[in-house]
């Protein structure tokens, strides 16, 4: 499955941004989603899942809250609704697709099948 993410933009401190996630190919609805990101410096870190079917969602600590994760298969897309940005959650937001939630839950990155290309958020203080 091929990935493109977008929806990334310059924010205030405060402000929400809603990223997509395009998937490519009639299997989307078979994968598990997720979407990680990585600020200049640091290592890629996970934001968020969503299981094949979107009943079970799973958030880092960092974001629970503030961000929520949701699919529609029927559009082959994920989103990643982001309220209440801080300057911190300024990164390069990456989205990836895995045959099970378990490589995401666990930070495997060698685990997923397949990631998008990033769209850059950043948090304005």
């Known amino acids: 499955v091929q990935l493109q993410a977008f929806g990334g933009g310059l924010v205030q401190a405060g402000g929400s941004l809603r990223l997509s996630c395009t998937a490519s190919?009639?299997?989307?609805?078979?994968?598990?989603m997720g979407w990680f990101r990585q600020a200049p410096g640091k290592e890629r870190e996970y934001v968020a899942a969503i299981s094949w079917g979107g009943g079970s969602a799973d958030y880092a600590d960092s974001v629970k809250g503030r961000f929520t994760i949701s699919r529609d298969n029927a559009k082959n897309t994920v989103y990643l609704q982001m309220n209440s940005l801080k300057p911190e959650d300024t990164a390069v937001y990456y989205c990836?697709?895995?045959?099970?939630?378990?490589?995401?839950?666990?930070?495997?990155?060698?685990?997923?099948?397949?990631w998008g290309k990033g769209t850059q958020v950043t948090v304005s203080s």
């Open positions: 190919g009639r299997t989307f609805s078979s994968y598990a």
């Open positions: 990836a697709a895995a045959t099970t939630l378990g490589p995401m839950l666990t930070g495997n990155m060698g685990g997923m099948d397949s």
